[in-house]
T-cell receptor
Framework: KAGVTQTPRYLIKTRGQQVTLSCSPISGHRSVSWYQQTPGQGLQFLFEYFSETQRNKGNFPGRFSGRQFSNSRSEMNVSTLELGDSALYLC??????????FGEGSRLTVL | AQSVTQPDIHITVSEGASLELRCNYSYGATPYLFWYVQSPGQGLQLLLKYFSGDTLVQGIKGFEAEFKRSQSSFNLRKPSVHWSDAAEYFCVWGPNYGQNFVFGPGTRLSVLP
């Protein structure tokens, strides 16, 4: 069974640009969430989607957005990139409450 | 606000020695608690989880953790550490609905040969 797949794995952008990251959950998992990992702030919850609806949202500015498609695949978008957005963005999926299965992440560098 | 603390930022142990990583959480309701491990350049892997019932839970790779409500703790233990255990360990609080997990700051484990 394939795990959570995130693309791209690495990307470099400049300030002011926007970026879209993709996540394919484990087959059958309908819940997808996104986390940002930085050395200074650690792992922080961005948002969660279930059946194409945003169920929870963390404390991030509106520049961070996401969506989920009918096949449970999810994308997150960051607009007007800032240097502080450089991070590892992790996607996780779950079948039931409690246990998250994480992808390897997309490492974003903003120059 | 909910929080999870891991007092030790970095721990170094010798291979074969025992290990205990500390974790405290600040919530009132019965939590879901987890330990995840992250190896360099890798995503997060679940080691073990506590939902309810027996307060001593067994996980993968020989790890175990004990939930102590009176101390708001969920410490991770392993009787004999292997060099491959070197990684970052995260204690995590999870809600009983949704995926807005709260991660501790992590403890980096180094293993000496």
């Amino acid at each position: 069974k394939a795990g959570v797949t995130q693309t791209p794995r690495y990307l470099i952008k400049t300030r002011g640009q926007q970026v879209t990251l993709s996540c394919s959950p484990i087959s059958g998992h309908r819940s997808v969430s996104w986390y940002q990992q930085t050395p200074g702030q650690g792992l922080q919850f961005l948002f969660e989607y279930f059946s194409e609806t945003q169920r929870n949202k963390g404390n991030f500015p509106g520049r961070f957005s996401g969506r989920q498609f009918s096949n449970s695949r999810s994308e997150m978008n960051v607009s007007t990139l800032e240097l502080g957005d450089s991070a590892l963005y992790l996607c996780a999926s779950s079948l039931s409450p409690g246990e998250l299965f994480f992808g390897e992440g997309s490492r974003l560098t903003v120059l | 606000a909910q929080s999870v603390t891991q007092p030790d930022i970095h721990i170094t142990v010798s291979e074969g020695a025992s290990l205990e990583l500390r974790c405290n959480y600040s919530y009132g309701a019965t939590p879901y608690l987890f330990w995840y491990v992250q190896s360099p350049g890798q995503g997060l892997q679940l080691l073990l989880k506590y939902f309810s019932g027996d307060t001593l839970v067994q996980g993968i790779k020989g790890f175990e953790a004990e939930f102590k409500r009176s101390q708001s703790s969920f410490n991770l233990r392993k009787p004999s550490v292997h060099w491959s255990d070197a990684a970052e360990y995260f204690c995590v609080w999870g809600p009983n609905y949704g995926q807005n997990f709260v991660f501790g700051p992590g403890t980096r484990l180094s293993v000496l040969p």
